[in-house]
């Protein structure tokens, strides 16, 4: 059997964390879903949340191509953008500014001398009330419902079960969904706390930048104003954003660490 080495590297942002393939040569074989599934194996492989290939574009300076830890394309990942564009700098790709393609379409970002990666979401048209779970649902780039939870339960709270138990529901049987737990701050300059189950990886994760997106908009409508502070089991994000009387939102910026972790290479068949 023939092998070949693969150089990664491992990158992470509030927990989530991603192997990066610089792909910029095209050689990575895209469509082998057991091959990514086995290198975001946290027993048999690197271990991930997700895998994201950059690559070249014509007309930006990267694309971002993202898949699930299950082997298959996902939609936008946030704290994967933001671990991308990190990453496109290490490899001199980009300076502090970047224009690139995801999944969803376009988008910019810049990178603070701190490390901080500010990244431009696409505009959201707006929430959608859902009654069969007591939440709203919102679409950042990923699908989310938002569910509020009451005060001092969020920590107890089973994600894995009552996550999965949505995203493989009726309502959301076609593609599934993601799913958001909240609890309100208990004081005015305190974060929002959020849990979130995630499709794809089928489990709750450390954080989730497209569902902190949509509960920093949700939270909107319950007084939360721009920016609004979110706090993950992974660390701390901020979301930026203008509201408009017709309930959509645009200029929303994801704000948060994107932190390289180790790198190496992997022999695969």
């Known amino acids: 059997m023939t092998t070949t080495q693969l150089s990664f590297f491992k990158y992470q942002g509030t927990g989530n964390d991603f192997v990066m393939v610089d792909d910029r040569a095209n050689q990575f074989d895209a469509a082998n879903h ?11 492989g690197i271990g991930a949340d997700g895998l994201i290939l950059l690559r070249l574009h014509p007309e930006y300076d990267f694309e971002m191509v993202y898949f699930n830890a299950d082997g298959h394309l996902g939609s936008m990942c946030g704290n994967g953008g ?20 995801a999944a969803d379409g376009p988008h910019e970002a810049s990178i603070d001398a701190d490390g901080t990666v500010h990244l431009r979401m696409q505009d959201v048209a707006g929430q959608e ?53 909240v609890e309100e701050p208990s004081a005015p300059d305190a974060p929002w706390q959020v849990r979130t189950y995630e499709r794809g990886v089928e489990d709750e994760t ?64």
Not at 82 to 100: E, K, L, W
Not at 134 to 152: C, I, Q
Not at 232 to 247: E, I, K, Y
């Open 206 to 269: 450390q954080s989730c930048g497209t569902g902190v997106t949509a509960v920093a908009l949700a939270a909107s409508r319950r007084g939360a104003g721009s920016p609004v502070h979110l706090r993950t089991p992974g660390g701390d994000l901020r979301v930026a954003f203008q509201t408009h009387s017709d309930g959509s939102f645009t200029n929303i910026y994801l704000s948060g660490p994107a932190t390289r972790v180790f790198d190496g290479t992997i022999e695969i068949a």
């Open 82 to 101: 933001r671990c991308t564009v990190a990453f496109a700098r290490q490899v001199g790709v980009i300076d502090t500014t970047a224009r690139f393609l």
């Open 129 to 181: 009330e859902v009654a069969a779970h007591d939440g709203v649902f919102l679409n950042t780039g990923s699908p989310h419902l938002v569910r509020f939870l009451p005060a001092e339960s969020l920590a107890a709270f089973n994600v894995f079960a009552e996550g999965r138990a949505v995203r493989y529901g009726a309502l959301y049987a076609d593609k599934g969904t993601n799913v958001n737990f």
């Open 34 to 44: 057991q091959l990514v599934h086995r290198l975001c194996d946290r027993r048999r």
